[in-house]
């Protein structure tokens, strides 16, 4: 069995909660930025890739 030596930059609640932030920040401001939204989404996607 191997241990992770070296942890993730955010941990997936945390990114999943950024997200959600973001998702609420897009709809009261009505952004059309939505780069950074697209890069949490692959974090999270690499994040439960790893996992399994």
């Known amino acids: 069995?191997?241990?992770k030596t070296e942890a993730?930059?955010?941990s997936l609640i945390e990114l999943q909660q950024q997200l959600v932030k973001l998702k609420l920040d897009l709809k009261?401001?009505?952004?059309?930025?939505?780069?950074?939204l697209k890069k949490i989404r692959y974090q999270i996607t690499l994040l439960k890739a790893k996992s399994l």
Do not use: I, R
């Not at 009261?28 to 950074?36: F, Y």
């Open 1 to 3: 069995m191997k241990t």
């Open 8 to 10: 993730p930059k955010k």
């Open 28 to 36: 009261v401001n009505k952004l059309k930025d939505t780069s950074q």
